[in-house]
């Protein structure tokens, strides 16, 4: 599996952002997919999964600004960020479990300048 992220950028506080994964490679069997983050000098934390049924959760610090959505047929999910603010500032990375293992894209920066 190969899970390709875009959309990071240059936000100033308050603004929006939406990343995208794609999936591609052996896609069948997916069953989790989400987004984790690391800031500098911190630990990666996960910030919100959806499973193939839609199930979500959030961690506590984004819940009500985060939005994590799935297109199965794309083999693509989303995360739409509103609201944004400076400790948002990581980069960002998608992942995706099939099978007990989980893949890692490769990361996207987020910056919000406040």
């Known amino acids: 599996v190969q899970l390709q992220a875009s959309g990071g950028g240059l936000v100033q506080a308050g603004g929006s952002l939406r990343l995208s994964c794609a999936a591609s490679?052996?896609?069948?069997?997916?069953?989790?997919m989400g987004w984790s983050r690391q800031a500098p000098g911190k630990q990666r934390e996960s910030v919100a999964s959806?499973?193939?049924?839609?199930?979500?959760n959030y961690a506590d610090s984004v819940k009500g600004r985060f939005t994590i959505s799935r297109d199965n047929a794309k083999n693509t999910v989303y995360l739409q960020m509103n609201t944004l603010k400076s400790e948002d500032t990581a980069t960002y990375y998608c992942?995706?479990?099939?099978?007990?293992?989980?893949?890692w894209g490769q990361g996207t920066q987020v910056t919000v300048s406040s």
């Open positions: 992942n995706g479990l099939r099978l007990g293992i989980k893949y």
């Open positions: 490679g052996s896609t069948s069997s997916i069953s989790y």
């Open positions: 959806i499973s193939r049924d839609g199930q979500t």
